[in-house]
Every structure is written in structure tokens, then in C-alpha cells.
């Protein structure tokens, strides 16, 4: 798009969204309109910067035209944001999680009327890992896969988004369901691995950001594939340029990896 792109940050005093709303604060590429809080959030009506025109508010109706709506808030917050875009055909960026299937199934139907780029991890050396993962285990089909994650000692949830996200590539890669091949435990006398079988092991402590490894471990030597975050703010800013990327798209469902193929030529 040649002029710049009008977005909207719903969450925007979260962690994320403060990021966010700095980040295109300072980007030319964008005009950032809104910055759409919760309706219950100390900040509402608060500038953005100071001596900045554009206030955090948690009404929608004061959002003005929009090409896309950059979403980490919540689950009862994507809805008010899907329902807004649905209604103006503004396409929609969402690292929201935790949605459940009724949300799950929403966001499917959204994509037939506005365009919708969901993904669990916005890092974009997590989605290049991604492409190259599903290329590894089609290449070393017969060869065990493991991956390992570790995150800070707060989260909540096992394994990661990002994990999972990791394995769905890996049996795409292999034409398998990772439902159906993934070992999420292993404890006491569990009789030795079943050929095809991609196990998950997890790590909790400290502040680590995130990281993750897949292992490709045949006989008599390994392929690792891993990387690794320091910054929170790498999220933010792929979030950013997957919000450029897909304004102005036809309706559908996008991911982080068509960007890359459409940016890398294939």
C-alpha cells in the first residue's frame, strides 16, 4: 500500500500492547488510530505519548477508518474487535490465545468476509524454524523428532503455543496429525519409542523469554534446529509487519509462513 496503513491496537495497555502502540508510534509505514483498551482499564482516555492527540479508549466507535486491527487482548476483547472489523471490512492481525472452539470456529468464518492472520507466535525467526522444521522431517522421515521448550517459571500452560506450533509442522511435514503421534509424557516404564512418535519435553525457571529446539535424531548423528528469545519486543514487531503485509489483502486466512514465501519468491 503506497499511503500509510491506518491501524488499531486492541490490548493496548497490556505487555504486548504497549509495545505495539511504541513500535507504530515510530513507523512512517503506519498511522496508528486507535488504541483500543479494556472497558474496565485504569488508562482509558489517557494519552498514547505525551503531548499526543490520540488517547487509550475502550470504545470502538471512536476508532475511525481503519486498514487493520492488531489484537492482543483476550478472548472477550477479540470479540468486540472481530465484530468491529467484520462490520468495516478492516482485516485483522490476532496473537490472542486461549480462544476455545466456539472463538476458534468464529475466526474460521471471519476469513470468508475480511482477511485474518492468526498465529500463535509472531516471532519471525520462529516461523522461518517453522518452514524449515516441516522441510527436516519430510527429508528425515524415518528419523525420531523431539522438541524441547523452555519459558519463564510464570507460564501457565505446557507445552507452548509455540511448541505445538512446531509440531503441526512436523507432521504436515510427514503427512501425519500430530494428534495422533505426539507424546506429551513420559514416566516409569514406558517400553522404547514407537517409530513416528514426536515427543514434547518441557522446561519452567528463571526469565527466559522462550526457546525451542526440535531434534532430528537418526543413527549415528542429530540435526538440531533451534532458536532462541531474548527480547519480548521480537513478537511485537513481527505482529507489525505481518499487520503491512496483510493490508489491503482479500478476504481469507493468512499465516506468518505465506509472508515469508511471498517475500523469499516461494
Not at 182 to 194: C, I, K, L, N, S
Not at 247 to 252: E, L, R, S, V
Amino acid at each position: 500500500m503506497g499511503e500509510a496503513v491506518r491501524v488499531a491496537v486492541n490490548g493496548a495497555t497490556g505487555r504486548m500492547g504497549r509495545v505495539l502502540v511504541d513500535l507504530l508510534r515510530r513507523d512512517r509505514r503506519f498511522e496508528l488510530v486507535a488504541a483500543v483498551t479494556s472497558p474496565h482499564d485504569a488508562d482509558m482516555g489517557t494519552p498514547v505519548a505525551p503531548g499526543s492527540t490520540l488517547c487509550f479508549s475502550h470504545d470502538w466507535a471512536r476508532a475511525g477508518a481503519l486498514d487493520v486491527v492488531i489484537d492482543f487482548s483476550g478472548p472477550d476483547g477479540l470479540d468486540a474487535a472481530l465484530n468491529h472489523c467484520l462490520a468495516h471490512k478492516v482485516a485483522l492481525v490476532v496473537g490472542t490465545t486461549g480462544l476455545g472452539e466456539a472463538r476458534e470456529a468464529r475466526l474460521d468464518q471471519a476469513a470468508s468476509d475480511i482477511p485474518v492472520l492468526r498465529s500463535a507466535n509472531f516471532s519471525l525467526g520462529v516461523a522461518v524454524l517453522s518452514r524449515l522444521l516441516r522441510q527436516a522431517a519430510a527429508a528425515l522421515a524415518e528419523w525420531d523428532l523431539e522438541i524441547v521448550e523452555a519459558h519463564h517459571g510464570r507460564k501457565e500452560d505446557a507445552p507452548s503455543g509455540t511448541a505445538l506450533l512446531l509440531g503441526e509442522a512436523a507432521a504436515a511435514g510427514r503427512g501425519v496429525v500430530l494428534g495422533e503421534r505426539a507424546v506429551f509424557a513420559r514416566e516409569g516404564r514406558t517400553g522404547p519409542r514407537q517409530a513416528g512418535d514426536i515427543g514434547f519435553a518441557v522446561v519452567r525457571g528463571g526469565d527466559i523469554v522462550g526457546e525451542h529446539a526440535a531434534l532430528l535424531i537418526g543413527q549415528g548423528e542429530r540435526v538440531e534446529l533451534a532458536h532462541r528469545a531474548t527480547d519480548r519486543s521480537i513478537f511485537a514487531r513481527g505482529a507489525v509487519e505481518a499487520a503491512h503485509w496483510l493490508a489491503g489483502k482479500p478476504a481469507g486466512h493468512y499465516t506468518l509462513d505465506a509472508m515469508l514465501a511471498e517475500r523469499s519468491g516461494g
